[in-house]
């Protein structure tokens, strides 16, 4: 199972730009087109992980090239013809070398990260921001919460650099926040965030393992992107993904640890009529088979990973794990 693998979902970069024509040869990279034909094929070479910023080698190369270069993200095709200085050679020179030869993770590099249009600083106290709730929040989940009955309290449970409480924010605008984090470096880079989207006043966050150390309140949303890499795939990671916090990633022997204890938390954290949504990336056999009665219902997502559950309040009142 790939961590946390998603990329188009969270990515603002970048415009599909093509070359009409074949580009020089490598040794003579001269236009912002050369770097981009020859970045694409390093990247091939060497294997780079793709899924923290893009799916692609093409959109990540480019979006590296553009913030590199202080260009907008959404220039035109015409920017590949631009010649570089030899400054700017230069500084392109060292962050291809830090992503190729050090696998450095592209927003690591950047030190931004984006959902949908909302941009967020990252650094390695951080997971990289990449989530199918950009996708099903606004839709899917918004349709399992009373119709016409106002989102009062909602809660984002291992928030990382924030982002998800703050797409919580702007999707519930009446809405009180909540953002739970157990690293205090990964919740200063969240407190950073949150405050980059003048959202102090709304969103309180709280480190906390899961709801320990939380005040108890009844919330209409419980929402989280867990740790729920199995520990002994771990190893097995790309480079580019063990550049991220371990805690981020590690969801203990089977990657149901934090699940298990924030499904056990929810039970007298909700709203009657509340729920849960979980990602889990490659556990959805694994929930199913360890959480039977909970009767989770898996949403689609527009590439079939569909690995975003919910898990409604009735059902876990009768539980018994």
Same mark, same amino acid.
Request: hydrophobic content about 40%.
């Given at each position: 199972?790939?961590?946390?693998?998603? &990329?188009?979902?969270?990515?603002?970069?970048?415009?599909?730009?093509?070359?009409?024509?074949?580009?020089?040869?490598? =040794?003579?990279?001269?236009?912002?087109?050369?770097?981009?034909?020859?970045?694409?094929?390093?990247?091939?070479?060497?294997?780079?992980?793709?899924?923290?910023?893009?799916?692609? =080698?093409?959109?990540?190369?480019?979006?590296?090239?553009?913030?590199?270069?202080?260009?907008?993200?959404? !220039?035109?095709?015409?920017?590949?013809?631009?010649?570089?200085?030899?400054?700017?050679?230069?500084?392109?020179?060292?962050?291809?070398?830090?992503?190729?030869?050090?696998?450095?993770?592209?927003?690591?590099?950047?030190?931004?990260?984006?959902?949908?249009?909302?941009?967020?600083?990252?650094?390695?106290?951080?997971?990289?921001?990449?989530?199918?709730?950009?996708?099903?929040?606004?839709?899917?989940?918004?349709?399992?919460?009373? =119709?016409?009955?106002?989102?009062?309290?909602?809660?984002?449970?291992?928030?990382?650099?924030?982002?998800?409480?703050?797409?919580?924010?702007?999707?519930?605008?009446?809405?009180?926040?909540?953002?739970?984090?157990? &690293?205090?470096?990964?919740?200063?880079?969240? #407190?950073?965030?949150?405050?980059?989207?003048?959202?102090? #006043?709304?969103?309180?966050?709280?480190? !906390?393992?899961?709801?320990?150390?939380?005040?108890?309140? #009844?919330?209409?949303? +419980?929402?989280?992107?867990?740790?729920?890499?199995?520990?002994?795939?771990?190893?097995?990671?790309?480079?580019?993904?063990?550049?991220?916090?371990?805690?981020?990633?590690?969801?203990?022997?089977?990657?149901?640890?934090?699940?298990?204890?924030?499904?056990?938390? !929810?039970?007298?954290?909700?709203?009657?009529?509340? +729920?849960?949504?979980?990602?889990?990336?490659?556990?959805?056999?694994?929930?199913?088979?360890?959480?039977?009665?909970?009767?989770?219902?898996?949403?689609?997502?527009?590439?079939?990973?569909?690995?975003?559950?919910?898990?409604?309040? =009735?059902?876990?009142?009768?539980?018994?794990?």
């Amino acid at each position: 199972m790939a961590a946390k693998k998603l &990329s188009t979902l969270g990515v603002r970069p970048s415009p599909s730009l093509r070359l009409g024509k074949k580009t020089k040869s490598t =040794a003579t990279r001269k236009t912002l087109g050369d770097w981009l034909t020859w970045a694409e094929r390093q990247y091939a070479r060497h294997q780079l992980a793709l899924g923290q910023v893009a799916t692609s =080698a093409h959109d990540e190369a480019l979006y590296l090239l553009l913030h590199t270069l202080h260009l907008p993200l959404d !220039s035109k095709p015409a920017v590949l013809r631009r010649k570089l200085s030899e400054s700017e050679t230069a500084k392109v020179t060292e962050i291809f070398r830090r992503r190729i030869e050090e696998h450095v993770p592209a927003a690591y590099l950047t030190h931004e990260a984006f959902l949908g249009e909302l941009r967020f600083f990252v650094d390695e106290r951080v997971i990289i921001p990449r989530s199918y709730f950009l996708e099903l929040l606004p839709e899917q989940i918004l349709h399992w919460l009373p =119709a016409g009955k106002p989102v009062k309290r909602v809660v984002d449970v291992c928030t990382g650099s924030g982002c998800l409480a703050v797409l919580l924010a702007h999707q519930f605008p009446e809405a009180k926040v909540d953002a739970i984090e157990l &690293s205090p470096e990964a919740l200063n880079v969240a #407190k950073f965030n949150v405050a980059e989207h003048a959202l102090l #006043k709304r969103i309180k966050l709280h480190r !906390s393992d899961v709801f320990d150390l939380v005040p108890k309140v #009844k919330y209409d949303l +419980i929402l989280s992107n867990p740790p729920y890499v199995p520990t002994r795939e771990l190893r097995g990671l790309p480079a580019e993904f063990k550049n991220e916090p371990l805690m981020a990633l590690d969801g203990g022997d089977d990657g149901l640890d934090i699940i298990r204890k924030i499904l056990r938390q !929810s039970r007298d954290r909700l709203q009657k009529h509340g +729920i849960v949504a979980l990602e889990v990336g490659g556990l959805r056999a694994a929930m199913d088979k360890a959480f039977p009665e909970l009767d989770l219902h898996w949403l689609y997502t527009a590439d079939g990973e569909d690995c975003v559950c919910v898990i409604q309040a =009735a059902r876990l009142v009768k539980w018994n794990g």
